[in-house]
């Protein structure tokens, strides 16, 4: 009897919605520090007050940072559509097209053809680096995933970090571990007045072709007979086969696809930020990752729309909220923001943006 009171007494607690309790006090608490430290940010004194040209700057250089993830985060999001899998790997085929164009550049710019003939040699940095990005996608694809495509999914996950492993190893042996100078054509390195205030040439470039490479892929992914087949076999994988579409090439064009976007997105980065590494591809890898969760893993447009995003959050937030609680450096801070949100997005919406509780495919 004591034994069956005592039960009752407890009994109310295992209904309570605990969870949804917790999640709303988090979500109070993080909306109150967002709300005070860009209140303190915004009302400084005059003198260290960040003025209204430096904000569009760093919205302007956080869509160009958030491009490159978009472009990055397609892949993730188009091998995971397919495949129900995260390809870890994915960061170092972006870090592969970067070298694979490197010393193209280097050449160019020691003989000066890069500033002579711009458009032949910027055509020649993208060919090479998504030759490079594509060939290392495909052979992950070939030597390590289609082997243990049937396996658990614990199986992949762990390939695939043993993967992006070795290739920063391979690469860091074969060409060493510091950082190389990117050179970029001088007609890039200027700036250009938008609305009255000065942004960086490169930061437009980047964007605009970023919106261009989605569109492509939107439409080939909508309207081609390849972009349907992998439509059908992010769908129903068996289904697909049995009515006649061949996996193993649906899959292996994938990868192809995803490599392509990466090594756009090498060349864009490297100019960006003039400099490139064997170990370049984790971080923007790892951001890459959170902005395709952000945006719905399995959505080309919610990947897209989290790229931008997150490079948004990660320009302006840290001088946003932290400038105001007089944090010498809250630049430095932008990788906390990263992680941050990917956090917060898998309490909160796990499904992403625009996904929902059955995860978007393609």
């Known amino acids: 009897m004591a034994a069956s009171a005592g039960g009752r007494k407890l009994g109310w607690t295992v209904g309570f919605p605990w ?8 979500a109070i608490g993080i909306g109150v520090f967002v709300l005070i430290g860009s209140y303190r940010t915004l009302t400084l004194p005059d003198a260290e007050r960040i003025i209204a040209e430096t904000w569009f700057q760093l919205m302007v250089r956080g869509l160009a940072l958030g491009a490159v993830y978009a472009l990055i985060a397609l892949g993730y999001t188009l091998v995971y559509g397919i495949l129900r899998t995260i390809n870890f790997a994915h960061g170092e085929v972006f870090m592969a097209g970067a070298f694979g164009s490197y010393f193209f550049a280097a050449a160019f710019a020691e ?8 458009v032949v040699s910027v055509i020649v940095l993208l060919l090479s680096s998504m030759a490079v990005s594509v060939g290392v996608a495909v052979l992950l694809e070939r030597v390590a995933y289609r082997p ?14 043993g993967a992006s492993l070795f290739l920063q190893g391979t690469f860091s042996g074969f060409f060493g571990p510091d ?8 007609i890039l390195g200027g700036q250009w007045e938008l609305f009255g205030v000065t942004v960086k040439r490169t930061d437009i470039v980047v964007f605009l072709t970023m919106v261009v490479a989605v569109a492509a892929l939107q439409y ?38 995803g490599g392509l976007l990466a090594g756009i997105a090498a060349v864009l980065y490297s100019m960006t930020f003039g400099q490139i590494g064997p170990f370049m591809g984790f971080l923007p890898g ?3 990752f959170t902005a395709a969760v952000l945006g719905g893993i399995g959505s080309i447009g919610g990947a897209a729309l989290g790229g931008l995003l997150l490079g948004i959050l990660q320009s302006v937030g840290p001088y946003l909220l932290l400038s105001g609680f007089h944090v010498p450096s809250p630049f430095q801070l932008k990788d906390v923001v990263t992680f941050s949100v990917l956090v917060l997005v898998l309490l909160f919406r796990p499904a992403g943006l625009l996904g929902s509780e059955e995860v978007d495919r393609l």
Not at 111 to 118: A, N, P, V, Y
Not at 235 to 243: K, N, P, T, V
């Open 286 to 288: 790892i951001a890459a």
């Open 179 to 186: 950082f190389k100078g990117y050179p970029k054509p001088e």
């Open 220 to 257: 080939f992914v909508r309207r081609t007979t390849t972009g349907k087949s992998m439509r059908a076999v992010a769908y129903d994988r068996e289904i697909a086969s049995l009515m006649g579409i061949d996996v193993d090439r649906v899959v292996l064009t994938t990868f192809a696809i």
């Open 111 to 118: 003989s000066g053809f890069l500033d002579r003939h711009i």
């Open 148 to 161: 243990v495509r049937r396996a658990p999914r614990v199986v992949p996950l762990i390939t695939a970090i």
């Open 19 to 26: 969870r949804r309790i917790i999640l709303t006090l988090v």
